[in-house]
């Protein structure tokens, strides 16, 4: 079966210090992959989605980047962090063109300090 | 902006009871997906309508589409305090891209 792995759960970062998130999927192959930000009691904003290994599409200017340097892997990263880039980091996998729905990691809450 | 509007915001109702939930969005769509978000964590799917279908039904769950309106509703029958969560309504176009345009939510809480 597919799962969909993100850590770490909490992160508590100050002003200016890079970031790194990391979503890994398994039991899958080629998966689409998406990042969302959700501010609080919120929906979510869609911040990046990749089609394949190497492929990043960007949604909003920002702070953030992504890569995507295997097939299952996605990151979610900053140089520099900003106190407006505090907020719950939801990492999602979907087969294809995302149809069928889509497959959610369990979350990072990001707190820029 | 193309994210659509979900109401209630919030909605409070007794176990037993149902919960209805609306959603509006702005652009055509593929399919209209509603997820599931317990506080803190990820969103589950829950269920999916097709733009060519106006009524699906999953247990407990009953959803319609109009897309002339460009609505849909998330209808929950005998409502459990289990259900207490927030619902969100997301927009799938016509896309290869399989990008999710999500509603802002509602927040139902189910009393015992």
């Known amino acids: 079966s597919q799962t969909i792995h993100q850590w770490p759960a909490t992160l508590v970062q100050p002003v200016g210090s890079p970031l790194s998130l990391e979503c890994t999927v398994e039991?899958?192959?080629?998966?689409?992959l998406y990042w969302y930000r959700q501010a609080a009691g919120r929906g979510l904003q869609l911040l990046f989605y990749?089609?394949?290994?190497?492929?990043i599409s960007s949604e909003v200017p920002q702070n953030l980047s992504a890569s995507r340097p295997q097939d299952r892997q996605f990151i979610l990263s900053s140089k520099k962090l900003l106190l407006s880039d505090s907020g719950f980091y939801l990492c999602?996998?979907?087969?294809?063109?995302?149809?069928?729905?889509?497959?959610f990691g369990s979350g990072t809450r990001l707190t820029v300090v | 902006s193309q994210q659509g509007e979900e109401d209630p915001q919030a909605l409070s109702i007794q176990e037993g009871e149902n919960a209805t939930m609306n959603c509006s969005y702005k652009?055509?769509?593929?399919?209209l997906q509603w997820y599931r978000q317990n506080s803190g964590r990820g969103l589950v799917h829950l269920i999916l309508?097709?733009?060519?279908?106006r009524e699906k039904h999953s247990g407990r769950l009953r959803v319609t589409l109009d897309t002339s309106k460009k609505s849909s509703s998330l209808l929950i029958t005998a409502s459990r305090a289990a259900d207490t969560a927030s619902y969100f309504c997301?927009?799938?176009?016509?896309?290869?891209?399989?990008?999710?345009?999500f509603g802002q939510g509602t927040t139902l809480q189910v009393k015992p």
């Open positions: 999602a996998w979907a087969k294809g063109g995302g149809g069928d729905g889509y497959t």
């Open positions: 039991g899958t192959s080629n998966p689409n």
């Open positions: 990749s089609v394949g290994i190497g492929q």
């Open positions: 652009t055509s769509i593929n399919n």
């Open positions: 309508i097709r733009s060519n279908e």
């Open positions: 997301a927009n799938h176009g016509s896309s290869n891209t399989g990008k999710l345009i």
